[in-house]
């Protein structure tokens, strides 16, 4: 096999794994060809969510910050293991970012053409490539004390969060509109024409319904900027902030593979470093870094003198010209030493905020089957999959609900998605069990198990229409999905400003009944501030943010049970 | 300046000075595109009166099928209601994520054997189709209506933002109104509603069913709902009622979930008369229509009979 053979294959793999990946972006969806006759339950046919379960990032942080490898994490060896004998392979060859991240570079940019000094001089190792150590060294310490940060920056979060609360969200508002001004013109051939593209392309593409976020802007702005950035430097995120490709970076210290530089054929011609997206010197006289180098093999393959080889055992000797590769990363001790005690100083700093423990948001509605929130935290990676996969458009991710600290983790909006009792997608596709998979059973509850419970609804009366305008509604009671119902409604005859008396049913909340599913907040006819609205007390996750003393649930057994669980 | 620089140059700035002003004049107080989706208004989908059928039909037998099939027969047979190439649409009621036997939605097998009948009889397209309250996807699937709706043959529709035409519905209280096109741009309208409790209206059977016909903001018209319920039944007259009896939600409706509150009936009548439908069907909770505000409304407004015995009723226990 020849290098052009195995560069081919590596750019063959490249568009393999990035597709692999979107593809199962796409198809975390609640997917309608489901037969209802033979599952009670939905589930997805595919495990939408094992790309992210193959990161070794992940996994190592996790690890750290909730003491557990949590099922299905145990394929980053898959990933580790050959980074360990082999060095960053899975940046050049299995990345979808980093994929994303070379195609970008690739495209010639006005201010480093193709060939040249300044495509030279950029390709040399630089300092700045130490960033991402030290960023990676931060959330490890941060992890290792309980706060899960390396999901804002893990790659693999990141493009899965990226494109399914941001790309796709997008492309679909831009298809429809873009449908709808073709429609606009009239013109019916064009239109049908437009319809015809549209109705291909969308099954595969676009959501079965419009989905909109809460502030996805934060979201694209940092994955824009990292497109973006490719344009100054070849993939800058990969060589300079990338924390997994540090974490690879690191456990490729002992490499057995590796580049082997022939001084004596060499010329100098500098192809090389052209064609070098890792920025690790391959050319002669200067260090190869193991660390930095994504295995691209662009350097062997464009080499006219057959210089340079990938192969195992390489020679670790050096001459006077040539100095001999390194394999340590090149971070200074004291830097280290800075990052992780910034890392471990972060937590009691988030901590000491008054978000988490003394002023929760009250908003904070979490998933249902979330774990505590001290555990939520150490857990979620801001994948978004739960987001993606929520048929109701629920699940949002945060701004500053959570704090600083739980930005873009998973947050319930009954107002624009309430959540379906019959559904328990969000468990299924949690990689790190942030959410856990709830059975039916547990989810809806039966005589023996209570439901899990999200949080409780409360009444506005003072917006109420029943309550404060003598006019009919009950709207809520309609769509309280629990049964018996939660929101129980007394007939009352009230005077209206003419004195003339109005029947009305008010509605009220039976707190040991109500799940806090938020369909009530969601069907409320006062549009902008609902009169019923769900807050985060009750829910099953925490046994501090009750309500009841004790809870008497109807619909279950008439002894009294304790707060569960 | 030379004076072929001169032209040259005043002549390109005069053009696009034209080409400004022009643009300005022509673009002046006009839309360019247009966004009004083309009017259509048929709404009244009845049949001719005959004497020779009754307006009510009931029917109750264990397999459902044959219970359809004897309601039917009694008030004229499908022939009656469904002419060969005429495209018609049923309009179930499938609100809720919630499975059949949780009688929130009408039965999957009544709305199967009415796809086949209508095929039978020469539609050239049957359509399902609703405005659910919960997601359309979820709904049509869990109710399982999806799956027999399209094995007898239909087309499922699942509302989507384009298929609404605003409608002027000429009600006291509902005018201008989103309504899913496929309930008004088509030659026959079946109304297959199930029985079921609401707190608000006591009971919601046929007319109260035609809710789903209706996009927009519909939860505003609980504030007058014997009103707009009636608005809307003087508006759409489905060619047939198919009221599904089989299981009847006696509490916790309209969207239920507990099997403790379905009472076991199966019963299934037909009808061309919402209102005695909607009589008859109500004593299955045991309400008497006539203490039910929106039925008693829908007869004062002349759009049937309380009293369904004389109206022409058959039953068949």
């Not at chain 1, 505590?372 to 978004?384: K, M, Q, S, T």
């Not at chain 2, 009548?269 to 209102?275: K, N």
Request: net charge positive; hydrophobic share 40%.
């Amino acid at each position: 096999m020849t290098i052009q053979t195995v560069r081919n294959l590596r750019r063959f793999s490249q568009v393999l794994f990035f597709v692999v990946f979107c593809w199962l972006i796409l198809k975390t969806n609640f997917d309608i060809d489901i037969d209802p006759t033979t599952v009670s339950e939905i589930t997805l046919p595919y495990p939408v969510s094992i790309a992210l379960q193959f990161d070794p990032l992940v996994a190592l942080a996790t690890l750290l910050a909730n003491g557990t490898l949590f099922k299905g994490l145990l394929w980053s060896l898959v990933i580790l293991i050959p980074t360990i004998f082999m060095g960053r392979f899975f940046c050049g060859w299995v990345c979808p970012l980093g994929s994303l991240n070379h195609w970008l570079s690739e495209i010639r940019s006005e201010r480093l053409s193709f060939r040249g000094k300044g495509k030279i001089e950029s390709n040399r190792y630089k300092k700045y490539q130490r960033i991402k150590y030290y960023i990676f060294l931060f959330v490890i310490a941060a992890a290792l004390f309980g706060t899960l940060q390396t999901g804002l920056l893990d790659p693999l979060p990141l493009l899965a969060r990226s494109i399914g609360t941001v790309v796709l969200p997008a492309t679909h508002a831009a298809a429809d509109g873009a449908l709808g001004w073709v429609k606009s013109f009239g013109i019916q051939p064009v239109s049908s024409a437009a319809q015809s593209v549209y109705d291909f392309v969308a099954p595969t593409l676009l959501n079965f319904r419009r989905v909109h976020f809460h502030g996805i802007l934060t979201i694209a702005l940092l994955f824009g900027s990292i497109l973006v950035l490719n344009r100054v430097f070849t993939r800058f995120w990969c060589r300079g902030l990338c924390p997994l490709g540090a974490m690879l970076g690191i456990f490729s210290r002992y490499a057995i593979f590796g580049l082997q530089k022939d001084e004596k054929s060499c010329d100098h011609c500098n192809l090389c470093l052209l064609s070098c997206q890792g920025a690790d010197n391959p050319d002669i006289g200067a260090k190869w870094r193991q660390p930095e180098c994504h295995l691209c093999l662009n350097c062997q393959a464009v080499c006219p003198q057959g210089s340079l080889k990938f192969k195992f055992f390489p020679t670790l000797e050096g001459t006077v010209t040539n100095p001999p590769p390194i394999q340590k990363v090149d971070i200074s001790k004291r830097k280290t030493i800075a990052s992780l005690a910034g890392g471990a100083a972060l937590f009691p700093l988030l901590r000491s905020g008054d978000s988490f423990e003394v002023a929760a948001n009250e908003r904070l509605i979490r998933p249902p089957g979330s774990v505590a929130e001290d555990d939520f935290l150490a857990r979620c990676i801001r994948c978004g999959q739960c987001m993606r996969v929520c048929p109701n458009n629920a699940l949002h991710p945060t701004l500053l609900e959570s704090g600083v600290e739980g930005i873009w983790t998973p947050i319930l909006i009954p107002r624009i998605g309430y959540c379906e009792p019959s559904c328990t997608l969000c468990g299924q596709v949690c990689p790190t069990g942030a959410i856990l998979e709830l059975t039916m059973t547990e989810k809806v509850g039966d005589k023996e198990t209570p439901p899990n419970r999200i949080g409780t609804a409360f009444f506005d009366r003072g917006r109420c229409l029943p309550w404060a305008m003598a006019t009919p509604c009950i709207v809520c009671e309609e769509w309280c999905p629990t049964s018996p119902k939660s929101i129980y409604l007394k007939e009352e005859v009230v005077l209206d400003r003419e004195g003339n008396e109005v029947r009305v049913q008010r509605p009220y909340i039976d707190p040991n009944i109500c799940t806090g599913c938020g369909a009530c907040e969601f069907a409320c006819p006062v549009v902008d501030r609902p009169a019923v609205y769900v807050t985060s007390v009750g829910e099953s996750r925490s046994p501090d943010n009750q309500l009841l003393l004790r809870r008497k649930d109807p619909s279950r057994p008439p002894r009294e049970i304790p707060n569960e669980r | 300046m030379k004076r072929r620089e001169f032209l040259k140059r005043t002549t390109k700035a005069t053009a696009l000075a034209a080409v400004c002003g022009g643009a300005g004049w022509f673009f002046n107080n006009r839309q360019w595109f247009n966004y009004e989706p083309p009017m259509v208004s048929k709404h009244d989908f009845e049949v001719v009166p005959d004497n020779r059928f009754p307006q009510l039909t009931l029917t109750r037998d264990e397999n459902h099928a044959a219970a359809l099939y004897d309601a039917l027969d009694a008030i004229g047979s499908i022939k009656r209601f469904v002419r060969p190439g005429e495209r018609v649409t049923i309009k179930p009621n499938v609100g809720w994520d919630r499975t059949a036997a949780q009688a929130a939605t009408t039965s999957p097998l009544l709305v199967g054997e009415m796809v086949r009948l209508c095929l039978e009889a020469g539609a050239s397209k049957v359509i399902v189709s609703d405005v659910t309250c919960n997601e359309a996807r979820r709904c049509f699937l869990r109710s399982g209506i999806r799956e027999a709706a399209e094995k007898a043959g239909a087309e499922v529709i699942l509302p989507v933002q384009d298929d609404y035409v605003v409608m002027d519905l000429g009600g006291e209280l509902l005018t201008g109104w989103p309504v899913l096109k496929h309930f008004v741009e088509t030659d026959r309208l079946i109304n297959m509603p199930i029985v079921k409790q609401h707190s608000l209206t006591s009971c919601t059977i046929s007319m109260k069913n035609l809710y789903g016909i209706l996009g927009g903001r519909r939860n505003q018209l609980h504030q007058k709902i014997d009103q707009s319920i009636v608005d809307l039944a003087s508006f759409s007259r489905p060619t047939l009622t198919v009221v599904d009896a089989t299981r009847v939600l006696m509490r916790g409706g309209p969207q239920g979930g507990s099997l403790d509150d379905v009472n076991i009936e199966h019963t299934v009548l037909c009808a061309t008369d919402q209102v005695a439908a909607d009589a008859r069907a109500a004593e299955f909770l045991g309400l008497d229509a006539a203490r039910v505000g929106h039925i008693v409304l829908a007869e004062k407004a002349g759009l049937g009979t309380i009293d369904y015995r004389s109206v022409g009723y058959k039953e068949n226990i």
